[in-house]
T-cell receptor, first 112, second 117 residues
Framework: AQSVTQLGSHVSVSEGALVLLRCNYS??????LFWYVQYPNQGLQLLLK??????LVKGINGFEAEFKKSETSFHLTKPSAHMSDAAEYFC??????????FGTGTRLQVFP | NAGVTQTPKFRILKIGQSMTLQCTQD?????MYWYRQDPGMGLKLIYY???????DKGEVPNGYNVSRSTTEDFPLRLELAAPSQTSVYFC????????????????FGPGTRLTVL
């Protein structure tokens, strides 16, 4: 069965610093992988997704993620954090019936 | 397009009461989903539907019921509210049209925050 592990429930960075949010997956078949962002009191919004094309996926707001099969990872990065990036980020894997299995989320804080 | 809309935004229920959470999408999507979000737990799938008249259980269906009479609407029913159902509920839809999983994006509504006392 597919599963997702997000390391670190909270990550804090300074404005302008690198953002790295970690996600490891478990899947018996080539997975579809997603990163969603949730701003306070809002629904989830897709940041980016991997669907077996390029392993480096670029998303909205300057975020990108790299699919590494050998490490079963799909970490999310952004070179320079903005205050507006403060939110909760969820990694998810799509199972064989296309249902999403979510990680437990990582809350990103950005300090000035 | 309004996308996925949910009503109400907030609700407080007493134990044993019932209510229906409404979800409507205007994107003509076949697939619709209900999730609950609990702190530190991510999102768990309650029920989903692959089209009008077809629904199926997700990971945590106990205490809930759904129906799908139209493509647009996918209401979630709580019959006998319990404190364990205190959560934030999200409805989502996706444009998936085939039986083959293709990694379709799910589009989420703004959520309903439910408290059962």
């Amino acid at each position: 069965a597919q599963s997702v592990t997000q390391l670190g429930s909270h990550v804090s960075v300074s404005e302008g610093a690198l953002v790295l949010l970690r996600c490891n997956y478990s899947s018996s078949v080539p997975p579809y992988l997603f990163w969603y962002v949730q701003y306070p009191n809002q629904g989830l919004q897709l940041l980016l997704k991997y669907t077996s094309a390029a392993t480096l996926v670029k998303g909205i707001n300057g975020f990108e993620a790299e699919f590494k099969k050998s490490e079963t990872s799909f970490h999310l990065t952004k070179p320079s954090a903005h205050m507006s990036d403060a939110a909760e980020y969820f990694c998810a894997v799509s199972d064989s019936t296309d249902k999403l299995i979510f990680g437990t989320g990582t809350r990103l804080q950005v300090f000035p | 397009n309004a996308g996925v809309t949910q009503t109400p935004k907030f609700r407080i229920l007493k134990i044993g009461q019932s209510m229906t959470l409404q979800c409507t999408q205007d994107m003509n999507h076949n697939y619709m989903y209900w999730y609950r979000q609990d702190p530190g737990m991510g999102l768990k799938l309650i029920y989903y539907s692959v089209g009008a008249g077809i629904t199926d259980k997700g990971e945590v269906p106990n205490g809930y019921n759904v129906s799908r009479s139209t493509t647009e609407d996918f209401p979630l029913r709580l019959e006998l509210a319990a404190p364990s159902q205190t959560s934030v509920y999200f409805c989502a839809s996706s444009p998936r049209t085939s039986g083959v999983p293709l990694g379709d994006t799910q589009y989420f509504g703004p959520g309903t925050r439910l408290t059962v006392l």
